[in-house]
């Protein structure tokens, strides 16, 4: 959705743009009553879908921030978070998509995981999507995120990439190993941080558009007030 950057400023740059403009457009409120149909699903989908942009942009802009000072696994963990919350918004989209291939109390149902899921208590509130099998199905129209989110949490999690091989260098002959901040690859880890954030905000903002654009027409499916 949105061209990779050949160089991690130019990148970080167009990120923080992007994220001044979600900033922007941060929703105030859904009116269930202006919506104008009995079905809770428009409600449900909506206040999911602006929670998740609020979201969006909180992660966005500190991942933009973490960039600017080489705080790569902070960076990496928020782009990560950015991917997965894009990922249920495009979840979002195909299920409005969908409609027609589903049941009003299914479509209730799945709408319900959105908004309401939990993992910690089952049963106790609906079960919540798992984000990796929900990057899994972004994956299959945007080929590349699933490895993209892959090298993402080579960083968030503490592996070597998010470790010794991001804070230590080793002199093997002098058998010293020295830490500190950006001591080697530190412009392929802002490129891959960078761009991953570039994608995800693009692909989060296509599937939060498309639900704008088919929303009418499935109030108009809907039984009035």
């Known amino acids: 959705m949105t061209p990779q950057r050949d160089k991690p400023s130019e990148a970080t ?37 602006e929670a998740l942009i609020w979201r969006t942009e909180e992660l966005a802009r500190n991942a933009c921030d973490a960039l ?28 409005l998509d969908g ?8 479509m209730n149902d799945q709408l319900m995981r959105a908004l309401a899921g939990w993992k910690a208590d089952p049963g106790e509130l609906p079960e919540a999507y798992s984000v990796l099998t929900l990057v899994q199905r972004m994956d299959r129209v945007l080929s590349g995120v699933l490895h993209t989110y892959a090298s993402l949490s080579e960083i968030a999690h503490p592996n070597w990439s998010g470790a010794l091989g991001l804070y230590g260098m080793t002199d093997r002959e002098k058998y010293i190993t020295t830490f500190g901040r950006g001591l080697r690859n530190a412009d392929g880890n802002a ?35």
């Open 13 to 49: 740059t167009d990120a923080r743009t992007f994220s001044d403009r979600l900033g922007a457009s941060l929703p105030k409120e859904v009116d269930i009553v202006a919506l104008g149909v009995k079905s809770k699903a428009p409600f449900q989908l909506l206040c999911t879908r």
């Open 68 to 95: 600017e000072r080489n705080d790569f696994a902070a960076a990496a963990l928020l782009t990560r978070g950015v991917t997965e919350t894009a990922a249920l918004v495009w979840k979002l989209m195909e299920l």
């Open 99 to 106: 409609r027609d291939t589903t049941t009003p109390q299914a």
């Open 191 to 225: 490129m891959m941080i960078a761009n991953a954030l570039l994608g995800s905000l693009g692909a989060f903002e296509y599937a939060y558009n498309r639900i704008s654009d088919v929303l009418p027409t499935f109030l108009t499916e809907l039984e009035s007030l």
